[in-house]
């Protein structure tokens, strides 16, 4: 996708399995940093529906096959997993789109490309969990296939606070991502502008 400095790229908030019951070794100490990831998400997801932003839900099936999103949905607040808070808090409106993957990046085997496409998108706006599993991958892909990145540094969780900075420094510096805080991202009806540092260097 090619981008040029006069053109303004339409924007789409991906939320990478957020809806997540947390049944899984060590999901206490990801849900200790996931809860308050969750409520700026929430936050950034208002603003971007506010300005025309589509949001779309990049989540795991956990196995569960023959389930669609909503039956996941239901399932975690229904059972009150350890995700249930996070589910509530986060839970899709009708007009949000979602895309179930099956391994840890939101593109592999899965339609979001072509969706993304459809809805004319080339900036992506990343969040969710983990920072450094499903959200790097993601990243990963989304800079293979000249998306303008964002992944706001408190909108994604690790188990560790270590290990999500290690995360977002690499999309960062590698994938040349802009890590720069969920509360200074500022939208231009369904785009999002491009945000400086301090001094003018590029998150």
Not at 14 to 39: Q, R
Not at 70 to 95: C, N, R, W
Not at 100 to 127: D, R
Request: a negative charge; proline letters at 3%; glycine letters at 4%.
């Amino acid at each position: 996708m090619e981008n040029t400095s006069n053109t303004k790229n339409k924007t789409a908030l991906i939320i990478i399995d957020m809806i997540n019951a947390m049944d899984f070794e060590d999901a206490n100490d990801l849900y200790e940093h996931a809860y308050p990831c969750a409520e700026r998400i929430a936050e950034l997801k208002r603003r971007a529906k506010d300005a025309g932003i589509p949001t779309i839900y990049v989540n795991d099936n956990y196995g569960r096959w023959q389930s669609d999103f909503k039956e996941i949905v239901e399932y975690i607040i229904e059972e009150d997993k350890l995700g249930k808070s996070i589910t509530e808090l986060l839970k899709p409106a009708e007009e949000d789109y979602f895309v179930l993957k099956p391994k840890f990046s939101g593109f592999f085997a899965t339609p979001l490309h072509l969706l993304l496409e459809h809805l004319k998108v080339e900036t992506v706006i990343l969040t969710g969990v983990a920072g450094n599993m499903c959200v790097h991958f993601t990243a990963n892909d989304a800079y293979m296939r000249d998306y303008k990145l964002y992944v706001p540094e408190d909108c994604t969780a690790s188990n560790t606070l270590s290990a999500n900075k290690e995360a977002l420094h690499l999309i960062r510096d590698v994938l040349k991502g802009n890590i720069t805080s969920s509360t200074e991202l500022r939208f231009n009806g369904d785009t999002t502008e491009d945000i400086q540092e301090q001094g003018g260097k590029k998150e």
